[in-house]
Nanobody, 117 residues
Framework: QVQLVESGGGLVQAGGSLRLSCAASGSIFSSYVMGWYRQAPGKQRELVARITVGGTTIYADSVRGRFTISRDNAKNTVYLQMNSLKAEDTAVYYC?????????WGWGQGTQVTVSS
């Protein structure tokens, strides 16, 4: 079983940047697709970015060109660099393997991102 720990969130002004980290433990991290999700108040959790084992990246339209997902398999960590942040990016951000509907593993505690306009 993989345990996921997200970090790096915070309060930032619109136009600012944050870098999120997700540390995974308990399994062979490098064998899995990884993704970043977010859940805003009153909304469903949505997948915003994913990265394959080979490093191919896919983004939701809402973040393409502003967010960059990357991974360091040696550190069992996946990152989300978020630039040009907007108020609508405010949400709790989570990581998981999006190969399964609802994520392959149990959810971590997430990391709160708040963008003030």
């Amino acid at each position: 079983q993989v345990q996921l720990v997200e970090s790096g969130g915070g309060l930032v002004q619109a136009g600012g940047s944050l870098r999120l980290s997700c540390a995974a433990s308990g399994s062979i991290f490098s064998s899995y697709v990884m993704g970043w999700y977010r859940q805003a108040p009153g909304k469903q959790r949505e997948l915003v970015a994913r990265i394959t084992v080979g490093g191919t990246t896919i983004y939701a339209d809402s973040v393409r060109g502003r967010f960059t997902i990357s991974r360091d398999n040696a550190k069992n960590t996946v990152y989300l660099q978020m630039n040009s942040l907007k108020a609508e990016d405010t949400a709790v951000y989570y990581c998981n393997d999006p190969s399964y509907v609802g994520g392959r593993w149990g959810w971590g505690q997430g990391t709160q991102v708040t963008v003030s306009s």
